[in-house]
Nanobody
Framework: VQLQASGGGSVQAGGSLRLSCTISGRPLSSYAMGWFRQAPGKEREFVAAISWSGTLTSSADSVKGRFSISRDNAKNTVYLQMNSLKPEDAAVYYC??????????????????WGQGTQVTVSS
C-alpha cells in the first residue's frame, strides 16, 4: 500500500488547512488510519485517528476542538481538518495505516505504512 499526503502549506495563526491522505494498492476500508506530526528536534506525535468506518475517532488533547479527522472510503482518502492553527502546530504531518480496523491507537509503532509527509507552517 502507498500513501500520499497533501494539503500542507503556510498559514497565519488562526487560519485553517485541510490535509488529505490518499492510499493506493488496497482499499482504504481495510484500515484504521492515523495522523501524526513531527516538528524539528521533536519526536513524532499523535494527532488523530479514525476507525475503518469512520464511526470511532480520537485526537490528542492539544488539538481537541480544533482538528477533526474524517474519511471517505469511496475516494480512498482520509482528511485532517485543522482550524484555529497555532504556531506550535507547525510540523511535518504524516498519515499512516493501521491493520486493526477498529484501532485508534496513538502509538506510532502500531501503524504499518506511512506517507511521505506534508509540511505545515504557521506564522504568528
Amino acid at each position: 500500500v502507498q500513501l500520499q499526503a497533501s494539503g500542507g502549506g503556510s498559514v497565519q495563526a488562526g487560519g485553517s488547512l485541510r490535509l488529505s491522505c490518499t492510499i493506493s494498492g488496497r482499499p482504504l476500508s481495510s484500515y484504521a488510519m492515523g495522523w501524526f506530526r513531527q516538528a524539528p528536534g521533536k519526536e513524532r506525535e499523535f494527532v488523530a485517528a479514525i476507525s475503518w468506518s469512520g464511526t470511532l475517532t480520537s485526537s490528542a488533547d492539544s488539538v481537541k476542538g480544533r482538528f477533526s479527522i474524517s474519511r471517505d472510503n469511496a475516494k480512498n482518502t482520509v482528511y485532517l481538518q485543522m482550524n484555529s492553527l497555532k504556531p506550535e502546530d507547525a510540523a511535518v504531518y504524516y498519515c499512516a495505516t493501521n491493520n486493526h480496523p477498529y484501532s485508534r491507537s496513538s502509538i506510532p509503532s502500531d501503524y504499518d505504512s506511512w506517507g511521505q509527509g506534508t509540511q505545515v507552517t504557521v506564522s504568528s
